[in-house]
């Protein structure tokens, strides 16, 4: 099943935000740098 972009936009910016609420992580990237490979990885589903 494909995604909009739209869906994927909003799939990547809950998971980031998700991601920096936890205390084991920690970004060595900016915020952006991390949702856009979210992105990625929806899209190309790996």
Same mark, same amino acid.
């Given at each position: 099943m494909? *995604?909009?972009r739209d869906k @994927?936009?909003?799939l990547a910016h809950s998971v $980031?935000? $998700?991601l920096a609420? *936890?205390?084991?992580v920690?970004? +060595?990237e900016d915020p952006n740098? +991390?949702?856009?490979? @979210?992105?990625?990885l *929806?899209?190309?589903g790996q």
């Open positions: 494909r *995604l909009s @994927v936009n909003r $980031a935000d $998700a609420t *936890l205390d084991d920690e970004f +060595i740098s +991390i949702r856009m490979e @979210v992105r990625r *929806l899209d190309t």
